[in-house]
Each structure stands twice: as structure tokens, then as C-alpha cells.
């Protein structure tokens, strides 16, 4: 069993009988306990018919067990006072609940009903269908969202993380229990898995109490699962869209590295630098207040397993398109040559303060360790973290930089 602290709350790893690696976040005196369990399986596990499936499936994992309806599933922890949650990303789907202290023994017995006999009914299947395919229509409905897949689809292209995690109205019709089961037994395995725990009860009595209900997990993963390559990577692409929007959206991105990698650090540093939170961001800076070019312009990243993808997005008048992405490109050319110690010590002092108000929020921090012993096999302390943003240097910002100094660029432009 490996131990170790970040900040105040003490964490502990063991492996289960099942073969499940468990994660144990100790909050003495919290009156409120966490437990789920993350899988290693979303949208990038996929199969070319199966386009959105991880995703469905996790909306219809909670519409009936063995012995259980769905309408059991939805109070079991309501009715304490807690919350059901799940959510899919390209590489995890994630369940989980949230609930007063002193109901742990339900809360896992209920999650481990679902991830181990979860029927998919047919009839529940119907119903929900229809409920993600209005939130399908809902993201086409939003330009500033939609212009994130399609950006991605064209980025990943010909590779499994070069599709929408939620799928299309055609590939949903082929959704029944059958197809959702046998997902679920491909890749519902104790070692595709992580449980986690974040609470006041102690690690022994957490880790017997998981023993007792997980154990009846399956264990290896089919061998013929895994299903992702490490995307090639293609040239930078300038593409224009025309759609019926009154503003001008536009994403500006290249890859980066994985979440992985060390020099995912110098990535982070240089997304709040340039478009981060911050009213100070260097983006927000000039296209929004000294020019009044734009209500919002962010920065951002996604780090996968085997790669990342840093974007930036805007929306503005479309006379105003083409002035903003030079904006953007000046502001990247200037930092990668211009970028003072000073300024940089004062980025590194901003971020880490920012790193410190969010380690407040319990629930992310829970999620995002478990996420990490999924991945790395490890947990990434605090002051692990804080020491690798004190050490970066003017050329890790500047390497981190150059791929976006020749980005890939997809705009959507209203209709004229």
C-alpha cells in the first residue's frame, strides 16, 4: 500500500481482490463522502459503428439493474440527500455520487450494482434516446460549442479521437441492450477501472468495505479492446464554414503534449498566460479591452493519454474575424521573443495562486487524482506540481509556443 499527502488530506492506494487499484482521500471531520469509480473506456474506445455508445451508455447505465427499476436508481441516494453523477470525456467515463457521511455502504453497493448489472432495457433505451439526441441538437444549436468537435474531428482525422463523443442521430438508432452490454463487458473491467473514496472514514475500514462489494468486478479486459494509436499528425488546415450565426466563431489550435508528458506544465503556463481566467490574459487584453473586439476570448487544452490539443476560441462581428485571428498570431510571435524573467516569474506567481484557490474544490481534486492513478499508476502531489511550474524557463514557454505559430485555424462565418 502506497501513502502519501497532498496538502491536508492524507492518500492511500491499494489494490483490490478483484484486481480494481482503489483510492482512499482522507478528510477527518467532513461531513460529506465521495465514492465512484472511473473506467478507462469513452468516445476513443469506440468502434466505427459505435460511434457515441460510451456516452449513451453512460446515460443509460441508471435505467435498470437485475433488481433494480430505474426509478430505485434515481432515489437510492436522492433520498439521503446525495446525487448521482456521471460524465464520458474521449478516454474516461466517470460514475460517481456525492452524498451526506455515514451512507457509503449504499452509495457503493448501488454503483457497483450498476457497473456490474446494468440491463439496458429496451423500453428506457427508447426513451433516452431521444434525450441525447436533443442534446446533440442542442450543441448544433450553439456555434461557440459545436465549432470544438468539428475543430477536433479535423485535427485527430482518421483516428479514434477524431469523432464527437456524443455521436449522430443515425448511429443512435443502432443502440440496443445488446450493443450497450457487450460494452460494457469490454471494457468494464477491474483493470480498465479506478474506485475512489474522499471522506472522513478511515482507509482500512473503506478499503474492506469496497473488498466486499467489488469483488465480483470482471477482471482483465479483453484483449482485443484497446482500440487507440496515437494519432498521426497532420498538416495545419485554414477552414471556413458558413452557417446561419450572426457572430463570427472561430477556434485557432495545434497539438501539444499528453497528459503524459512533463512539458504539459509549460503548456498550462503559456494557456493562462495568453487566454486563461484572468482578466490580464494577454488575449483578453487586446482584443477585448483595448479594442472592444470581442464579449469573450479564451484559451484552453485538452491532454489525452498519448497527446494534447491547445485551442483558442473567439466569437465576434465578422468584419471583425480576420483582425482577430492576426491578433491572436501577433500576440503568440511577440511572447515567444519577447517574454521578460520578470514577466515570467510574475505568470508563474498568478497561476500558482490560482492553482491554490482551486485546490479548495474538493470534488475536482477527488476526480482528478483518481484520473491520475488510472493514467500514471501514481498520484502527482501539490508541491510536486508547484515545483515543476517554478522551474520552467523562458525556453520551455518558448517551445511550447511554436506549434501554435503555425496553427490550424476553422472558422464558422454567418451566411451572407
Known amino acids: 500500500m502506497a501513502t502519501g499527502s497532498m496538502r491536508s488530506n492524507p492518500k492511500s492506494i491499494t489494490i483490490l481482490g478483484c484486481g480494481m487499484p482503489a483510492l482512499h482521500i482522507g478528510c477527518r471531520g467532513s461531513a460529506v463522502e465521495i465514492f465512484g469509480v472511473i473506467v478507462r473506456a469513452g468516445s476513443r474506445d469506440e468502434r466505427p459503428d459505435e460511434f457515441g455508445l460510451a456516452h449513451f451508455v453512460e446515460h443509460t447505465i441508471f435505467k435498470g439493474t437485475g433488481h433494480r427499476r430505474s426509478a430505485h436508481i434515481i432515489k437510492r441516494m436522492e433520498a439521503v440527500g446525495g446525487e448521482l453523477n456521471a460524465y464520458t470525456t474521449k478516454e474516461e467515463t466517470v460514475i460517481y455520487s456525492i452524498f451526506p457521511a455515514g451512507n457509503l455502504a449504499r452509495a457503493v453497493e448501488l454503483i457497483t450494482d450498476l457497473i ?58 443502432h443502440f440496443d441492450s445488446e450493443v450497450c ?35 465480483f468486478v470482471p477482471g482483465t479486459v479483453d484483449g482485443n479492446r484497446k482500440l487507440d494509436v496515437v494519432p498521426d499528425v497532420l498538416p495545419s488546415f485554414t477552414s471556413n464554414r458558413c452557417l446561419a450565426t450572426h457572430q463570427a466563431h472561430c477556434v485557432i489550435g495545434a497539438r501539444t503534449a499528453s497528459y503524459l508528458d512533463a512539458r504539459r506544465y509549460a503548456t498550462a ?32 487544452t485538452a491532454l489525452f493519454s498519448d497527446c494534447g490539443l491547445m485551442t483558442v476560441y473567439f466569437g465576434c462581428d465578422p ?53 491520475s492513478l488510472l493514467w500514471r499508476k501514481e498520484l502527482i502531489d501539490e508541491a510536486y506540481t508547484h515545483e515543476a511550474i517554478r522551474s520552467l524557463t523562458s525556453a520551455d514557454i518558448t517551445a511550447a509556443i511554436e506549434p501554435m505559430l503555425t496553427p490550424s485555424i476553422l472558422t464558422f462565418s454567418p451566411k451572407e
Do not use: W
Open 319 to 371: 468584419e471583425d474575424s480576420r483582425r482577430c485571428r492576426e491578433l491572436v498570431e501577433d500576440t503568440f510571435a511577440r511572447l515567444a521573443t519577447d517574454l521578460t524573467d520578470r514577466q515570467l516569474d510574475a505568470a508563474k506567481h498568478q497561476y500558482l495562486g490560482q492553482l491554490v484557490v482551486a485546490s479548495e474544490n474538493r470534488e475536482n481534486n477527488t476526480l482528478g487524482a483518481a484520473r
Open 269 to 300: 503556463l503559456l494557456t493562462n498566460i495568453t487566454g486563461g481566467p484572468g482578466m490580464n490574459s494577454l488575449l483578453n487584453v487586446a482584443l477585448r479591452e483595448r479594442r472592444g473586439l470581442v464579449y469573450n476570448v479564451e484559451a484552453s
Open 181 to 215: 452490454r457487450h460494452f460494457v463487458g469490454r471494457n468494464y473491467r477491474a483493470d480498465n477501472m479506478v474506485a475512489f473514496y474522499s471522506g472522513p472514514r478511515s482507509e482500512n475500514v473503506v478499503f474492506r468495505l469496497l473488498d466486499r462489494y467489488l469483488t
Open 116 to 173: 456490474t448489472d446494468s440491463r439496458f432495457p429496451n423500453r428506457e433505451l427508447d426513451k433516452e434516446r431521444e434525450v441525447v439526441a436533443d442534446e446533440i441538437d442542442s450543441y448544433l444549436d450553439c456555434p461557440s460549442e459545436a465549432i470544438f468537435d468539428d475543430f477536433e474531428d479535423m485535427i485527430f482525422a482518421g483516428s479514434t479521437l477524431g469523432h464527437n463523443i456524443l455521436g449522430d442521430r443515425d448511429s443512435l438508432r
